[in-house]
């Protein structure tokens, strides 16, 4: 450590954070330069804290993850990333459970949990009512037990409905549509009992009557009211109300389903679009999840896209050239497959979207070729006029031909070039199969 014994002013001089053999930030006795204390001293401030957080996430990351996702839980994006790093640790993101949950994210087992403070709607009051009705009376057995137990007045029909929505109550009961149809009834029916007991009334299953306390919970439990059965929501809708409560999709994700299929398609993620060179076509599968029409100066219409898939949430522009085309498609939480190039605009790059099918359109011929045929240049050339005769109008040729490469020990996709892809897959299939080319059509919806 070194002591600063005198100051003097040096005017304005030029200041550097790497050192220096002359002036810098201040002197120190009998002339010396203080020239090379920030630097040291900051990289090595910085290299121990690499240090701890490459420890901790080697040897604790469930523990690690957990700190991160709850750190930065108000920024979507960062949160989105770090999921998708949790994923590729094999670390399982839960939705919150209204018996187990805590504030923050939470590592539960090989997993970690979803925290009540990321639920929208949900505020501090309501988190802390409920976890001090829990401590004092244990686990949530139903709803009406937990309406019964916690104050209304903290915890609000509107935060019961996104509990609900979120999956908080799944383990109790997993049709949340029918939950949600019961709290219609279960919530008056709730605050109706808090009056009673604030104004000292009762009613038989209040009182002792030989009871224990377990049979008097579960007889006044057995009076509440409960909604005619109703079927659970579609999976669709269940996973939109994850998204709009939690921020992101969290017990499954609509893009899970392809997600194998996909990578044959989009062998990159959104994550990686910043790494690809400008004026390459590229490929990405994703959901919509925002379209904003704009008009052009010369009143031409494009537009703004909000994409995302298992990785990251991104923007993608639509040009009025290619928006006339594909329109129709933009539909909010529709699937996606898009082409476009990155081009580089001000400090950050776009993602200019040309061409979209919806996922559900979309077939693959799945072409098998073994190691041998590959490298024989006649059967190359069978396989290239076949596909050339089945292409069509480019423009109209979106069926995307995969060719599985089969060697003696392994099985290897590749996915042919858009010169290749064919217009009728049908037919393509045919024409490939009776050439002796073991062909299959395949849905990308298909796992």
């Known amino acids: 450590m070194v002591k600063i014994l005198t100051r003097k002013s040096l005017g304005t001089q ?7 053999s002359s002036d810098h930030n201040f002197v120190i006795k009998n002339g010396l330069i203080a ?17 701890q957080t490459a420890y901790l996430k080697a040897n604790y990351k469930l523990e690690y993850m957990a700190a991160l996702l709850t750190a930065n839980s108000g920024d979507t994006d960062k949160v989105q990333k770090y999921i998708a790093s949790c994923t590729s640790l094999d670390i399982e993101i839960d939705p919150p459970d209204i018996n187990v949950s805590q504030v923050d994210f939470t590592p539960l087992a090989k997993n970690i949990l979803f925290g009540f403070s990321a639920v929208r709607n949900v505020g501090e009051n309501a988190i802390k009512c409920i976890l001090e009705a829990r401590n004092e009376g244990g686990s949530f057995k139903s709803l009406a037990d937990f309406c019964d137990r916690v104050d209304l007045r903290a915890v609000n029909r509107r935060a019961l409905e996104s509990l609900i929505y979120c999956g908080a109550f799944d383990k109790i009961e997993s049709n949340r549509h029918q939950l949600i149809k019961d709290l219609e009834l279960v919530y008056d029916w709730a605050q109706s009992r808090a009056r009673d007991r604030a104004s000292g009334q009762g009613n038989l299953f209040d009182f002792n009557g030989g009871f224990s306390h377990n049979n008097k919970a579960s007889k006044a439990f057995e009076t509440a009211p409960k909604a005619n059965p109703v079927p659970d929501l579609p999976q669709p809708e269940k996973l939109r109300k994850e998204k709009e409560l939690l921020g992101f999709y969290v017990s499954d994700h609509p893009l899970k389903s392809i997600q194998q299929t996909a990578r044959y398609l989009a ?49 993608a522009v639509v040009f009025p050239k290619y928006y006339e085309r ?22 950050k790059r776009q993602f200019i979207v040309e061409d979209a099918e919806q996922v559900e359109t979309v077939q693959l011929v799945m072409l098998e070729l073994t190691s041998q045929q590959t490298a024989d240049i006649q059967e190359l050339n069978r396989v290239r006029t076949i596909l050339k005769e089945h292409s069509g109008d480019r423009e109209k040729a979106k069926v995307p031909v995969i060719g599985i490469i089969q060697s003696l020990n392994s099985r290897q996709a590749v996915l042919l070039g858009r ?6 897959s049908i037919s393509a299939f045919q024409a490939l199969n009776n050439a002796g080319y073991p062909t299959e059509l395949k849905q990308l919806t298909g796992s």
């Not at 920030?38 to 690499?50: G, L, Q």
């Not at 909010?332 to 580089?344: F, M, P, T």
């Not at 010169?419 to 009728?424: G, S």
């Open 419 to 424: 010169q290749f892809w064919v217009q009728d």
């Open 326 to 347: 594909i329109s129709s498609l933009l539909q909010v939480d529709s699937r996606l497959i898009i082409w476009g190039k990155i081009e580089q605009k001000d400090d």
């Open 14 to 20: 030029n200041v550097y954070d790497i050192g220096v």
């Open 35 to 51: 020239s090379n204390c920030f630097n040291k001293s900051h990289s090595t401030a910085y290299a121990y804290v690499t240090y």
């Open 267 to 315: 062998p990159i993620n959104l994550t990686q679009f910043g790494e690809q060179k400008e004026g390459i076509m590229v490929c990405a599968v994703v959901m919509l999840n925002g379209v904003k029409k704009v008009m052009t100066k010369k009143g031409e219409p494009m537009a703004i896209l909000q994409i995302e898939d298992l990785t990251a949430q991104s923007e």
